[in-house]
């Protein structure tokens, strides 16, 4: 086991680059089976949910090369259709392979994938849009099954039931290597949605409706190489964007960044007074700033929800709710999405945060608090990372354990928090 131990009270400044976009490049990975020839990917994250995205793909034959942050895949010879359960339960993108396989192989054997325990994630979406994509699925027993019906993988008009992204990167990509038309309505749209389609478009679909809940995917049973880059993580430039906010520090986020993807997170930052300037591929966030939480209309106590996207991000809660901690206020926050989110609350409090969980959806903040160090243990990524920033605010040492969930999600951050004046250390246990 690995843990950060952080030393609390630092004063932040200084230049952070964001890495690629974890939540990007995982379906991406999975999308370049699809091909026979070869796809090359700039600016891949080094975190650990993406080395095993490419273990997975060079297990079923795939040739995978990296040279620093540009990583090569040649998947001509994929020679197998199961994917190890041991594999599949490190991460939730495992069970992306289940169309591309299916399209390669005629059949795919795939064990329930893992992730974060925060909460139900349904794979209903996924089952119900490869059926209608023309796969015979048994999914009621372990491992789940999956053969191409005698008519063959074929375009379809598909609703969602929920606008799942991992369902709709899913189906987007599996239409995309399908003969025939898909109409996907209710889709999802967040930027990494944007860019597995953008992806697609190279390798030889046509697609339309990127941005919006409905795609056109014409397939392309001949997909070919293509060559990409990996936009900056604005999950990861955001939480950058809390760490200045919650200790009045002042930096400047570089990366391959778009300013569109931040307007949402900018509303929800001014909403606890934090302003910062959004330029092509530099995020300002200036130093000094006094956290306020803005009333609503009549002084009522705001509230800040997640939703999808457009809407502020469920990833992003966590660490905004540290922020909240060292805010002057009150702020209801209510996380919609995963009923397991809020549950790293009960160490902020144990930290000296001012909050009340309502139940396992909503939590009320009341700031600022002064908050000191103690020991605590990660669940998840973003609960990890939130974790983290409540230690550099906090008085004393802490120590987070089981720090190997940040670094799923989070490249370089050991580096990176230290360049910007963080007191941190790394131990192995």
Not at 116 to 125: A, E, F, T
Not at 155 to 165: K, M, N, P, Q, Y
Not at 228 to 251: M, N, P, W
Not at 287 to 294: F, L, P, S
């Amino acid at each position: 086991m690995r843990s950060l131990v952080i030393n609390g009270g630092a004063e932040i400044s200084g230049n952070v680059t964001v890495g690629g976009n974890k939540n990007a490049v995982l379906p991406m990975i999975a999308a370049s089976i699809l091909t026979k020839e070869e796809i090359v990917m700039h600016d891949v994250p080094a975190i650990s949910d993406a080395d095993v995205m490419l273990k997975i793909i060079q297990h079923l034959g795939a040739k995978v090369t990296r040279s620093g942050k540009t990583v090569r895949i040649n998947a001509k010879n994929i020679t197998k259709s199961e994917i190890p359960r041991s594999l599949c339960s490190a991460l939730r993108t495992s069970i992306l392979l289940a169309g591309p396989l299916s399209v390669r192989c005629g059949e795919a054997t795939i064990y329930p994938p893992g992730g974060d325990v925060i909460g139900r994630r349904r794979l209903d979406s996924h089952f119900y849009g490869l059926k209608k994509l023309g796969s015979a699925i048994q999914g009621d027993s372990v491992p789940f099954e999956f053969r191409t019906t005698p008519r063959g993988m074929h375009g379809s008009e598909i609703f969602l039931d929920e606008a799942s992204v991992t369902a709709t990167e899913h189906i987007l990509m599996t239409a995309a290597a399908c003969r025939g038309t898909t109409i996907l309505r209710n889709a999802a749209s967040e930027p990494h949605v944007r860019q597995l389609g953008e992806m697609l478009i190279k390798m030889g679909a046509e697609i339309t409706g990127l941005d919006s809940n409905t795609l056109v995917i014409k397939g392309n049973p001949e997909l070919h190489g293509a060559e990409v880059s990996i936009e900056g993580d604005h999950i990861e430039a955001a939480s950058f964007i809390a760490l200045a906010a919650c200790t009045r520090g002042s930096v400047n986020i570089e990366g391959r960044l778009t300013p569109r993807d931040y307007w949402m997170t900018r509303r929800v930052f001014e909403r606890i007074g934090i302003r910062f300037k959004l330029h092509p591929d530099l995020i300002e966030v200036p130093g000094g700033q006094r956290m306020k939480i803005q009333p609503d209309f009549g002084n009522a106590i705001p509230q800040i929800s997640d939703g999808p996207w457009p809407q502020f991000p469920s990833d992003m809660m966590s660490c905004l709710i540290v922020c909240a901690t060292q805010a002057k206020g009150s702020v209801l926050f209510f996380e919609k999405m995963f009923e397991s989110r809020i549950y790293f609350v009960d160490r902020l409090i144990a930290m000296g945060a001012n909050a009340v969980v309502c139940d396992p959806h909503r939590v009320v903040i009341s700031g600022p608090a002064k908050l000191r160090g103690i020991e605590m243990s990660s669940p998840d990524i973003r609960a990890g990372m939130a974790m983290v920033l409540a230690a550099i605010c906090a008085r004393g040492r802490s120590v987070v354990n089981n720090a190997d969930t940040i670094f799923r999600g989070y490249e370089d951050i050991c580096a990176k928090l230290t360049g910007l004046g963080v007191e941190i250390a790394l131990e192995q246990h």
